[in-house]
């Protein structure tokens, strides 16, 4: 099994750790400075095309702001450990209807297992490589918004009680008690979710556009879903099943467009990532750089693009 001490030194290993409040506040800022630029596009020039253009814009957003709330639950996105978990927990999670805590958790399951029959995020990856077919059904769930429901569903269940947390898709059901009961504890557990995503509907309400909140929710509900899928196939669906960090997940290149829409914070760099979980996404680049010039990457752990990604998903390999 491959270490990072075996390929980086104990100097670099601390640098690439190195935290920054405000290059993690520009991340943060940058990611909502976006979401807002794409809603203020369709006031300026509203029409079926920036509406559609938003939707894209916002949801690739959505998933920078889930890959911060990834960051922090890693304690990595700040210097500050309060200022990553209170921002995390605020202006990331909440409003994606994502708990720290929980994901931390959970995650920490993957990473500690991952590519293993204990891996929690299995799931995620169990049905590939599929058919061209049934892969063109996921993202067109995704896009009409049945994956979105289903999430929906599950996430109620969890935060009742019913359901224990999970990010992936294997579920696993809990002791069924009084509706009452349930009720409380989705209010006790899902209440900043609301809290923040009625904060947001009355600041668009406040300058005088609550409709674009739609934006916010069709982006979630369609867009997010399509690129969260193609984050997750790309990370380690058709990797190795085994316990080494250089066969179990993937590297993905990404162009400046990729990078805007589809692929932010740098949340390519996956097996980066894996090899140092504490590095922040913005010393990522760097970190690849130096694995690259020691020979670290090849066809089976590096991908051109993520259309290279989508191929090998529906094509055995």
Not at 141 to 157: E, H, M, Q, Y
Not at 168 to 187: F, G, K, N, Y
Not at 197 to 213: C, E, F, I
Not at 234 to 244: G, K, N, S, V
Request: glycine share 6%.
């Amino acid at each position: 099994m491959s270490k990072v001490t075996d390929l980086l030194s104990r100097e670099e290993i601390r640098q690439l750790r190195r935290a920054s409040n405000w290059r993690g506040a520009w991340s943060v800022t940058f990611s909502w400075g976006l979401i807002f630029a794409a809603m203020a596009l369709v006031v300026w020039l509203p029409s079926v095309a920036t509406v559609l253009a938003a939707l894209v814009i916002i949801g690739g957003r959505q998933l920078g702001l889930a890959v911060l709330t990834h960051e922090t639950a890693h304690y990595s996105l700040f210097a500050s450990k309060p200022a990553n978990q209170i921002i995390g927990r605020w202006l990331c999670g909440a409003p994606m209807w994502v708990h720290v805590d929980d994901y931390r958790t959970h995650h920490i399951g993957h990473h500690t297992r991952t590519g293993t029959d204990d891996d929690p995020d299995l799931g995620l990856i169990r049905p590939f490589p599929t058919s061209a077919k049934s892969l063109a059904r996921k993202f067109a769930r995704d896009l009409t918004g049945i994956t979105a429901a289903k999430r929906v569903f599950g996430l109620s269940l969890m935060d009742s009680g019913r359901m224990k947390y999970t990010a992936s898709v294997d579920l696993t059901w809990l002791d069924r008690r009084s509706l009452a009961s349930h009720a409380v504890q989705w209010i006790r557990t899902a209440w900043p979710v609301v809290l923040t995503n009625a904060a947001l509907l009355g600041l668009l309400t406040l300058v005088g556009h609550p409709l674009l909140y739609l934006l916010w929710v069709g982006a979630w509900c369609t867009t997010y879903s399509a690129i969260l899928r193609i984050r997750s196939i790309a990370e380690h669906a058709c990797t190795e099943r085994t316990d080494d960090q250089l066969r179990n997940t993937r590297t993905t290149h990404a162009n400046v467009l990729a990078r805007l829409l589809w692929a932010p914070h740098h949340v390519n760099y996956h097996l980066e990532h894996h090899l140092l979980m504490t590095v922040p996404h913005y010393n990522l680049a760097a970190m690849h750089a130096m694995l690259r010039e020691r020979g670290v990457f090849d066809d089976n752990n590096y991908a051109a693009g993520y259309f290279t990604v989508l191929q090998r998903a529906v094509t055995p390999r």
